[in-house]
């Protein structure tokens, strides 16, 4: 229900308030080491890169991806052009090639349609070779073939990249909050009948300041004449 922004911020107040009182909280094992483990994971908290860094870093590579793609499929098509003048489209040893509908195929389908052209080339380059199928075309097809797989493994690993940092960024908001709620019950616990205001102090509100913020100044506009 907080933004990070929000947490950070109820972090320091959590953190303060375990300074303030120290004295009245140590019986509830808030000590030196527990307001250290605070410290350290609000500092990891504000370290740990934003989403838009990795996402950037997932656009990055799916672009390089579909560059490769494009460059799969010019190499494919000039390759059949040629496949064409000595097998009819439709026939037997052209269907071998399996091209048909490259246009709708995914990235994994096209891979392995360019690896397949490579392999059933190579099998027929004697047949051929006299209408310009060459080795160095077959093989410079493969390498391009090649160069889309690993562009899809990279974009493949950028994306999973950036679920394993939401999610490991998730779990260490959860361990900050998890801080800031023993802090926050045990100060209410002790103060409960002792300070009314040094309770409040302790209470985290459902709705965060931010958004109260927001909502208040809605709730502002909408009583706007028009």
Same mark, same amino acid.
């Given at each position: 229900?907080?933004?990070?922004?929000?947490?950070?911020?109820?972090?320091?107040?959590?953190?303060?308030?375990?300074?303030?009182?120290?004295?009245?909280? *140590?019986?509830?094992?808030?000590?030196? =080491?527990?307001?250290?483990?605070?410290?350290?994971? !609000?500092?990891? !908290?504000?370290?740990?890169?934003?989403?838009?860094?990795?996402? @950037?870093?997932?656009?990055?590579?799916?672009?390089?991806?579909?560059?490769?793609?494009?460059?799969?499929?010019?190499?494919?098509?000039?390759?059949?052009?040629?496949?064409?003048?000595?097998?009819?489209?439709?026939?037997?040893?052209?269907?071998?090639?399996?091209?048909?509908?490259?246009?709708?195929?995914?990235? !994994?389908?096209?891979?392995?349609?360019?690896?397949?052209?490579?392999?059933?080339?190579?099998?027929?380059?004697?047949?051929?070779?006299?209408?310009?199928?060459?080795? =160095?075309?077959?093989?410079?097809?493969?390498?391009?073939?090649? =160069?889309?797989?690993? *562009?899809?493994?990279?974009?493949?690993? *950028?994306? !999973?990249?950036?679920?394993?940092?939401?999610?490991?960024?998730?779990?260490? *908001?959860?361990?900050?909050?998890?801080?800031?709620?023993?802090?926050?019950?045990?100060?209410?616990?002790?103060?409960?009948?002792?300070?009314?205001?040094?309770?409040?102090? @302790?209470?985290?509100?459902?709705?965060?300041?931010?958004?109260?913020?927001?909502?208040?100044?809605?709730? =502002?506009?909408?009583?706007q004449p028009e």
């Amino acid at each position: 229900m907080f933004s990070y922004g929000d947490l950070m911020q109820l972090g320091h107040r959590a953190h303060k308030l375990a300074t303030d009182d120290a004295d009245v909280l *140590a019986s509830y094992g808030i000590n030196d =080491a527990f307001r250290d483990n605070l410290d350290e994971k !609000l500092q990891q !908290l504000k370290d740990f890169p934003e989403d838009v860094e990795q996402e @950037y870093g997932a656009v990055a590579e799916n672009e390089t991806k579909l560059k490769r793609a494009d460059e799969v499929k010019v190499g494919i098509r000039t390759m059949m052009v040629l496949v064409k003048q000595v097998y009819k489209e439709g026939s037997g040893k052209w269907t071998r090639f399996g091209t048909a509908d490259m246009s709708k195929m995914n990235d !994994l389908q096209l891979i392995k349609c360019g690896f397949r052209v490579v392999r059933v080339a190579q099998s027929l380059l004697t047949t051929l070779e006299p209408f310009g199928v060459t080795q =160095a075309m077959i093989d410079a097809l493969e390498i391009t073939v090649k =160069a889309y797989d690993k *562009a899809y493994d990279d974009q493949q690993d *950028a994306l !999973l990249l950036r679920k394993e940092s939401t999610i490991d960024r998730i779990q260490l *908001a959860n361990e900050l909050y998890g801080l800031i709620a023993k802090v926050c019950d045990y100060g209410k616990d002790y103060w409960s009948s002792r300070d009314s205001f040094k309770h409040s102090l @302790y209470v985290i509100y459902e709705t965060p300041p931010s958004k109260r913020a927001k909502a208040k100044k809605k709730a =502002a506009e909408k009583e706007q004449p028009e």
